[in-house]
């Protein structure tokens, strides 16, 4: 696959200083920003106005579910709620019952409370390329057959979710207890979208005041053309009868390509799925954490989520497997908090969140800056990131704005492999290795230096020690299937305008035994002419990038 593959890289697994953000529901800014236009010469800082809790470097993320129960899967691509009693919806963990407990009329006994579970994803979109998608989710509302009853809210409070990163994926986003019964129609209601785009339309696109020339990327707000979206009977899932102590999940589909209007406003346009785990106690989804642990007390922990300061209690067990590199037990005694870890989690019907395994990411408040890389030049072992996410407050550095980042020829880069074992001859090892679709994480050596460009809008720039290779997503169209093949593959066409601007128009996918496919039955499944996402590891290969599925969904 990829034509030649010089010398097999050993991977590098061993990440203690920087915090993945891969996955991250929560964002640190939502609200205020202003849009621009910059390209890679002419950056826009946007002035977003950062949402974040006192301790700002405290970033929490879920990611990479490990099942499609509940549209909680792996890496990148699809957002996932749950709830604890009828569905679960948002990044914040709180438990079934308490202070999120939700009645109409009398208080019902338990008995008649339903575990239900909420997740949440995007489609890429068409025209032009839409890199990062933020949006506000400001309710969720479950609407009763019984016109009579209140509608039940399944939102603790607003969530800001980046959705772009969850094209193959979902992941939690609350837990709460909902009433039984019937059930005709489920409302979410939106605020405060913010997108970056890369223009390929070879005109000027114009959204209110602001425009974005050809061959640039730009942040922009874009205006709402309807703050809500409603699924309701007879469109599936609807109607849904809850019944008491039968868990159930709900998986919403946020589809940006629907939602992206050829004016670039939004009319938000979601789908819902129904998923009902197979007993009570199997787990509702599996996904991963990352946060801070803020404290210890045996066999539990609880780890700081999102920048809004929450906290979700994790559960061990004697199951439960450790992988703290530079602690000689590698058990539960090497937590200790103001870590970073990634948790991988079960989350059982009520609530409880059970940790499958523990890692270290990050000793102390290192920073660490997270983006997808949209241009190289290699000759300068420099490259250009749209950033994602990041753990570190810096003056006019927000998600959405394109980086200049700094490398040099002796510093380390490694590949979070996640498990996945990488087939022989595919490296990451210095600068040649870079291509335009791969998302890194690197550590930045000092404060990004943001000087003003040639229209007065900031150009910023870091300097970096090390480059850490994470999953990508990618979508495209599927061209040719070789099953017979070592490893079996197939080959992606039609893909986004910002490959296509670094003269990529072909992806090879390389599909092993653990390839996760969602709403299709294996490589067998995939014909040509499919429009696929594909989530995994992507590499400079001669010819074309080869891209090592971690999971594979049909559109």
């Given amino acids: 696959m990829g034509g030649a593959r010089a010398g097999q890289q050993g991977v590098n697994n061993h990440r203690e200083r920087t915090a993945r953000n891969v996955g991250k529901i929560w964002d640190s800014s939502l609200t205020g920003a202003k849009p621009g236009d910059y390209g890679r010469n002419n950056s826009e800082a946007a002035g977003f106005d950062a ?4 301790d700002s470097t405290s970033g929490s993320y879920f990611r990479r579910p490990q099942s499609s129960i509940l549209g909680v899967v792996m890496r990148k691509a699809l957002l996932g709620l749950s709830l604890c009693s009828i569905i679960l919806l948002g ?28 997740t949440v994803g995007d489609d890429p979109p068409t025209g032009v390329a839409v890199i990062r998608f933020q949006v506000q989710i400001t309710n969720a509302t479950l609407q009763p057959t019984d016109t009579t009853q209140a509608p039940v809210s399944m939102l603790v409070g607003p969530m800001n979710v980046e959705l772009l990163h969850l094209q193959t994926e979902t992941a939690p986003l609350g837990d709460i207890n909902v009433p039984a019964g019937s059930y005709s129609s489920l409302t979410a209601s939106f605020a405060n979208p913010q997108m970056t785009i890369f223009n390929n339309t070879n005109q000027t696109l114009t959204l209110g005041t602001q425009s974005c020339a050809a061959n640039q990327f730009c942040v922009f707000n874009p205006p709402l053309n309807q703050s809500s979206a409603t699924v309701r009977a007879p469109t599936a899932p609807f109607p849904v009868t809850l019944s008491a102590n039968s868990p159930l999940g709900f998986e919403m589909h946020f589809d940006v390509n629907a939602s992206v209007q050829g004016d670039l406003t ?22 991963h954490i990352v946060g801070r ?11 700081q989520v999102g920048f809004g300061g929450l906290t979700a209690p994790v559960t061990t067990n004697s199951s439960t497997q450790y992988n703290f590199p530079t602690c000689a037990t590698d058990n539960f005694s090497c937590l200790v908090d103001g870590q970073v870890v990634e948790v991988g989690v079960n989350l059982i019907p009520g609530g409880t969140l059970t940790a499958v395994t523990v890692r270290l990411l990050e000793q102390q408040n290192l920073p660490s800056l997270q983006g997808v890389i ?55 090892t210095n600068s040649a290795s870079l291509v335009a679709g791969q998302t890194v994480e690197i550590h930045p050596l000092a404060t990004p230096f943001v000087a003003p460009g040639p229209t007065a809008l900031p150009l910023i720039n870091v300097s970096t020690d090390s480059v850490t290779l994470e999953s990508s997503q990618v979508a495209g169209i599927v061209g040719t299937v070789n099953p017979s093949g070592t490893p079996p593959s197939f080959t992606l066409l039609s893909l986004s305008p910002v490959l296509a601007h670094s003269s990529i128009s072909l992806i090879d996918v390389d599909v092993l035994t653990g390839t996760v496919f969602v709403d299709v039955t294996g490589l067998g499944g995939v014909k040509a002419g499919d429009k696929v996402f594909v989530g995994g590891l992507l590499f400079n290969t001669t010819g074309a990038p080869t891209l090592v599925a971690e999971r594979v969904r049909d559109n």
Avoid: W, Y
Avoid at 51 to 54: A, E, G, I, N, P
Avoid at 91 to 118: D, E, F, K, Q, Y
């Fill in 266 to 287: 939004i009319s938000p346009k979601i789908t819902l799925k129904q998923v009902v785990p197979a007993t009570a106690t199997t787990p509702i989804g599996q996904f």
């Fill in 374 to 428: 949209v241009h190289v030049n290699a000759a300068q072992n420099q490259f250009d990131m749209v950033l994602m996410d990041l753990q570190e407050t810096f003056a006019s550095v927000n998600p959405g704005l394109l980086i200049t980042v700094q490398t040099n020829s002796s510093m380390p880069f490694s590949v979070d492999s996640d498990g996945v074992t990488v087939p022989a001859g595919l490296t990451f």
């Fill in 293 to 303: 642990v803020t404290s210890v007390i045996s066999p539990s922990f609880i780890i």
């Fill in 91 to 118: 990044i914040s963990l709180a438990r079934c019952g308490g202070t999120n407990t939700v009645t109409v009329g009398n208080p019902l006994p338990v008995s008649a409370m339903v575990p239900v579970s909420l």
């Fill in 51 to 54: 949402v974040r809790s006192q």
